[in-house]
């Protein structure tokens, strides 16, 4: 089986702090994939004798007493790892308990609509749930405030949104607990709410990858299909832009088990349609874990990997009767079928093999939202509130903190060169680059709000003057 598997942290550099000799300790766990159920299984070992017994306890004590020092508190974890941004969070260690799962904020610090917070997630259940793929994805949030309009910007509700980047520190697979680093980035139009709010609804434990594996159905004897009728109302999606093509699809059934084995997804049917390959994989629909959308390819007998030509989105309700996009909406949806036609002739089928690329996630839903308070940061903030003309852009409003730049107006034409821009921070010291962070537009009301990163905290202090592209905006 093809799969993409995790590198193990290395973490012989926190044993050579520990005295006590662990070298008979090894015990090494395999991760398994499985559905729902998150229990991580142990390999099986011979009886210990108990004098054994009881030096292992003992020397197991000594290990989380270190690991305890190194990684405990705020004052730790910066000493151990000394994150970028150490030198302007504040410690916070407060946390939040749901589904076995501890998210903790060790420390954090706030400038309007941007923070920086280092964050621990530990799973206190004993199952060592978490791995270095472990996401927050989708279910990541923090809470925002509508910016009250006597700033003298054009206020304009359209634009809202938040991003994020997220950056793994540290794995520490005796306590199962993973370290990150979030730089948190909202609209100007929406900062950051007074106390700093943060959590998620999702967390994805693991994922397993899957490429190019092959499925276990014959294609030797595949005869033309019994089909149903389709038109372009049926269909939800799928690549080719062909969907007046296609006036037949193939009956949804169950005929097989897709390689991970998963009962969310299956081989839902296969035949010839009009001289054509025609292959159905079925999905539960809409599940936040499990099998992701699968992709499938043929390979002939000299190993020639044989793309599809076009592919099909159908959705279905509870009787598997095929929904109707002017009749319906996704929320109507239990399943979701995937069909791929293939260039091939029938009477060679024999020759080809299915192959199947994909991922299986496993995860767990919950409720951790993290409240704190932060000391005023506003005196390290520099705000310009004058309209400023940058190459057919109107930067009505910019606000600059240690750990970036934010700017939000309006442009001309059709297109928001924005995100193009390069800005760069004037100090009394040098010249310094920021990288592009993200943004948005709404192209219908020609407004725009990026943002711009700092690789190290600024010390505004310093600050003489902001250049985007080649207009130098200096402090007044």
């Known amino acids: 089986m093809n799969k993409y598997n995790i590198d193990e942290e290395k973490i012989h550099d926190m044993f050579s702090q520990i005295t006590v000799d662990s070298s008979k300790l090894a015990k090494e766990v395999k991760t398994k994939l499985h559905k729902r159920d998150t229990n991580t299984p142990v390999k099986n070992h011979k009886p210990w004798i108990r004098s054994t017994v009881a030096a292992m306890v003992l020397v197991i004590l000594l290990v989380g007493s270190a690991t305890a020092v190194v990684l405990g508190n705020f004052e730790g974890f910066m000493k151990r790892f000394n994150p970028d941004y150490s030198n302007i969070v504040e410690p916070i260690e407060s946390y939040v308990e749901d589904q076995g799962i501890r998210m903790e904020i060790i420390g954090a610090q706030k400038y309007d609509n941007r923070a920086i917070v280092y964050l621990s997630l530990q799973d206190i259940t004993g199952k060592n749930r978490l ?4 996401d927050f994805r989708d279910g990541f949030n923090v809470k925002t405030n509508k910016r009250i309009a006597d700033i003298g910007m054009k206020r304009d509700e359209s634009i809202s949104g938040f991003s994020w980047g997220q950056k793994m520190i540290y794995f520490d697979e005796i306590t199962n607990t993973i370290y990150y680093e979030f730089n948190i980035d909202t609209d100007l139009d929406t900062p950051l709410t007074d106390k700093l709010e943060l959590g998620s609804s999702l967390i994805y434990f693991d994922r397993v990858s899957f490429i190019e594996e092959p499925i276990n159905i014959s294609l030797e004897k595949i005869k033309v299909a019994d089909t149903m009728p ?6 939800w999606g799928g690549n080719g832009n062909n969907e007046e093509l296609y006036t037949k699809a193939l009956i949804p059934g169950n005929i097989g088990t897709m390689p991970h084995g998963e009962e969310e997804q299956w081989i839902s049917n296969v035949g010839i ?3 054509k390959l025609h292959v159905q994989i079925g999905t539960v629909f809409d599940k936040e874990f499990g099998a992701n959308d699968a992709h499938i390819d043929l390979k002939d007998e000299k190993g020639n ?12 309700d509870e009787k598997n009767n095929i929904l109707d996009l002017e009749r319906n909406d996704y929320g109507d949806a239990i399943y979701k079928y995937k069909e791929f036609i293939f260039p091939v002739r029938p009477e060679n089928l024999g020759k080809y093999n299915l192959l199947y690329t994909g991922s299986v996630s496993t995860g767990v839903e919950g409720n951790w939202m993290v409240a704190t308070n932060l000391t005023d940061s506003i005196n ?4 310009w509130t004058d309209d400023i003309l940058i190459e057919g852009h109107n930067f009505e409003y910019i606000t600059l903190s240690p750990i970036g730049l934010n700017a939000m107006g309006s442009y001309k034409g059709e297109i928001c060169y924005a995100s193009d821009m390069t800005v760069k921070i004037e100090t009394l010291d040098d010249t310094i680059y920021l990288e592009f962070g993200g943004g948005s537009r709404d192209s219908e009301k020609q407004r725009f709000s990026s943002s711009w990163d700092t690789e190290t905290p600024l010390d ?4 003489t003057a902001i250049i985007i ?3 130098r905006i200096p402090i007044r």
């Open 273 to 275: 349609i009009d001289g």
């Open 131 to 134: 791995t270095e793929e472990t």
């Open 305 to 316: 990997i044989i793309s599809y030509d076009y592919s099909l989105v159908l959705l279905a």
């Open 230 to 235: 389709i038109d372009e109302r049926k269909i």
């Open 380 to 383: 390290n903030i520099l705000t």
């Open 460 to 463: 505004i202090e310093r600050v």
């Open 469 to 471: 592209n080649d207009t």
